[in-house]
């Protein structure tokens, strides 16, 4: 059975840093490519960073570049995102999302290519 299990969010100000952790089980990080996600209301979830099962490469949506990072510890078979300089607009629920196969960017940030998924973590970034 695999579970993927978000930690870590809360309440921040803006300008302030989180760390989210997603332990998996059932699955191992370093066979899947690992993804996180977020969804604010009345949005629909959107891509936030992603890396691939060889741990080669790592992909950013736009707006997250140079201030998010996402990271694993295979021997915790832990994902991590690291956020920093939080905007107030960042604030949403958070998803870690993990699927096998293809390491194409087109595949790996669309949220509709993943076979499972944690139960989300909120993050809220105060102005």
């Known amino acids: 059975q695999v579970q993927l299990v978000e930690s870590g969010g809360g309440l921040v100000q803006a300008g302030g840093s989180l760390r989210l952790s997603c332990a998996a089980s059932?699955?191992?990080?370093?066979?899947?490519?690992m993804g996180w996600f977020r969804q604010a209301p009345g949005k629909e979830r959107e891509f936030v960073a992603g890396?691939?099962?060889?741990?080669?490469?790592?992909y950013y949506a736009d707006s997250m570049k140079g201030r998010f990072t996402i990271s694993r510890d295979n021997a915790k078979n832990t994902v991590y995102l690291q956020m920093n300089s939080l905007k107030p607009e960042d604030t949403a629920v958070y998803y870690c999302a993990a699927r096998e196969g293809t390491t194409a960017w087109s595949i790996i940030s669309r949220a509709d290519r993943y076979y499972y998924w944690g139960q989300g973590t909120q993050v809220t970034v105060s102005s």
């Open positions: 059932g699955v191992t990080v370093n066979s899947y490519n």
């Open positions: 890396v691939t099962w060889s741990g080669d490469s790592t």
